[in-house]
Nanobody, 123 residues
């Protein structure tokens, strides 16, 4: 099983990026998915989560209204559209698959993790 995250990069404040995370090795259509991030010197934190059906989503307060999580179960892929990016969004972003079908925000609720993709927002 492998989760491959992509789409990170360097962007100016106010810009946008779209992260993708494609899973291979098995289908995760019955499981919730999430995005987390870790800035230098800080702990990994929750960003967004989506239920297995895609009908429910949850966002950290810091990204609410700017980020949108979505998924395509046919492609076994989860996305994170990031708009109005701020320098404080700079971090390594990780995708993850939950142990359950509904949305969860705790790291320990996720048992499969991608390798991370760097997002850098310049001021």
């Amino acid at each position: 099983v492998q989760l491959q995250a992509s789409g990170g990069g360097l962007v100016q404040a106010g810009g946008s990026l779209r992260l993708s995370c494609a899973a291979s090795g098995r289908s995760f259509s019955n499981y919730g998915k999430g995005w987390f991030r870790q800035a230098p010197g800080k702990e990994r934190e929750f960003v967004a989560a989506i239920s297995a059906s895609g009908g429910s989503t949850l966002y950290a307060d810091s990204v609410k209204g700017r980020f949108t999580i979505s998924r395509d179960n046919a492609k076994n892929t989860v996305y994170l559209q990031m708009n109005s990016l701020k320098p404080e969004d700079t971090a390594v972003y990780y995708c993850a698959v939950s142990r359950v079908s509904y949305i969860r925000a705790a790291i320990y609720d996720y048992n499969y993790w991608g390798q991370g993709t760097q997002v850098t927002v310049s001021s």
